[in-house]
């Protein structure tokens, strides 16, 4: 099994949708993170969540939100769906106490693609 | 407003030459600096990263070149195969904190 699972892989809706992007990860990790990425734009922070009780936004936030229901389950959800939301999704852990470089070595997911007509 | 900045968008290399891809940077409070790789239908997965305490770090073919005060860092992928094929993200970061900012990307295809 991957160590960071993202479900669904593909999804098609339609706008004014409520959709749910779920993440579970397997490595013990802390920190949890959604990015959106685009051609041309690469890959930019949605959310980020150092554990349970913290949730933070990144830099394109605005009509998502997140949950962090436990230590491995990180959901992101887009109250409703608009056009411009359609973009690839990556969930991504990364361990607080990683100390093999002194820095935050991200493990993504597989990605989840979403598109909103 | 764009942190950094990565060139070529895309890239098409012989096997067996040098491709190289190119990023540049504005916070001068940067202090890690890696890169990516992405294979279709995969989430990206650290490659290779460099410190700005050091100029150069090779692993294998891949190669980081850090120029601080020009602000830019690159990578050199020697002996390019087909199975290099894939997007390459550079990212940078501040006190190995949590925001990693991420390059715009590069597709690289390597020509059998």
């Known amino acids: 099994d991957a160590d960071v699972t993202q479900t669904p892989r593909n999804r098609i809706t339609k706008t004014g949708k409520r959709i749910m992007l779920e993440c579970s990860q397997t490595?013990?990790?802390?920190?949890m993170y959604w990015y959106r990425q685009d051609p041309g734009l690469g890959l930019r922070l949605i959310y980020y969540?150092?554990?349970?009780?913290?949730?933070n936004k990144g830099e394109i936030s605005d009509g998502y939100s997140v949950s962090r229901q436990a230590q491995a389950k990180f959901s992101l959800s887009l109250e409703s769906a608009i056009p411009n939301q359609t973009a690839l999704y990556f969930c991504?852990?990364?361990?607080?106490?990683?100390?093999?470089?002194?820095?935050?070595?991200?493990?993504f997911g597989a990605g989840s693609r979403l598109t909103v007509l | 407003q764009q942190q950094v900045k990565q060139s070529p968008q895309s890239l098409i290399v012989q096997k067996g030459g040098i491709s190289i891809i190119n990023c540049a940077y504005e916070?001068?409070?940067?202090?890690?600096f890696p890169w990516y790789q992405q294979f279709p239908g995969k989430g990206p997965a650290l490659l290779i990263a460099?410190?700005?305490?050091?100029s150069e770090k090779k692993e294998g073919r891949f190669t980081i070149s850090f120029n601080k005060s020009a602000k830019q860092f690159s990578l050199h992928i020697m002996d390019s195969q087909p199975g290099d094929s894939a997007t390459y993200f550079c990212?940078?970061?501040?006190?190995?904190?949590?925001?990693?900012?991420f390059g715009s990307g590069t597709r690289l295809l390597v020509r059998p």
């Open positions: 991504a852990t990364s361990d607080s106490g990683d100390r093999r470089s002194g820095a935050n070595v991200l493990t």
């Open positions: 490595k013990g990790h802390d920190r």
């Open positions: 969540s150092f554990d349970v009780k913290d949730i």
């Open positions: 916070n001068t409070a940067f202090d890690y």
């Open positions: 460099i410190r700005p305490d050091v």
């Open positions: 990212a940078a970061s501040r006190d190995s904190s949590y925001k990693l900012i």
